[in-house]
């Protein structure tokens, strides 16, 4: 629902939809029987003022030849032929049942129900995604400060490691040390450090000689 519908439409630029072919039984009109197909005129609404308004709610489907309706087809699989799994792809008198669908009392309630759940802050994972991205800005503003230290240190040709990777060790080599001088300045990563600093292998805190390396092998 964040990311939208346009994606689902799946509409046909040469406006040809040759697998919704539905076989229709003989008639007095066509005793032979006759064959009937999406069209792009179904796709649109046709209002009483001379607007003809895109129905992007219907979206079609190129395996199975069917419409769904989006709305209703995320959140009411009990509904008509527009949620079910084999969608609806009854071409006759279409314009009528499709203006019977959106005029129904569970079409409207799905339409709202989108609506309020696309906005963020009714989404049922808007504590997730709030976390998500807190601590994606987190690392991001790690690895600013780990970077900047590497570049330092690579432009003046200055070794980056020591003996050895212990914070507060006078033997930690020049990455290291800068970090520290700099945290001494920078709560945020003094914070870090203190978190962080000297936990040992399995545990990521960007500080280690493996992500040195790898900010160098792809620089």
């Not at 989108?114 to 049922?124: I, P």
């Not at 400060?145 to 690579?154: D, K, M």
């Amino acid at each position: 629902m964040e990311r939208g519908l346009e994606q689902c439409q799946n509409r046909s630029p040469s406006g040809n939809y040759p697998r919704s072919r539905r076989y229709y039984q003989p008639s007095a009109n066509q005793p032979e029987g006759h064959h009937r197909y999406l069209t792009t005129k179904m796709l649109y609404s046709r209002w009483t003022n001379g607007e003809i308004p895109p129905r992007k709610w219907l979206l079609y489907s190129p395996s199975k030849g069917s419409v769904y309706c989006y709305y209703c087809s995320l959140l009411n699989k009990n509904g008509d032929k527009f949620s079910h799994p084999d969608g609806f792809s009854c071409w006759k008198k279409v314009h009528s049942k499709i203006s019977a669908h959106v005029q129904s009392e569970v079409h409207r309630n799905c339409v709202l129900e989108a609506r309020d759940r696309g906005t963020e802050a009714s989404r049922v994972d808007r504590a997730v995604e709030s976390q998500r991205m807190e601590s994606k800005q987190y690392w991001c503003d790690v690895l600013h400060r780990v970077v900047s230290v590497v570049r330092f240190l690579c432009e003046r040709g200055l070794a980056l490691r020591g003996s050895d990777e212990k914070i507060g060790s006078k033997q930690n080599g020049n990455f290291l040390g800068c970090m520290e001088v700099i945290a001494e300045f920078d709560l945020f990563l003094s914070q870090h450090i203190e978190k962080f600093g000297n936990s040992g292998k399995g545990t990521v805190n960007y500080l280690s000689s493996t992500t040195v390396n790898e900010l160098i092998d792809n620089s």
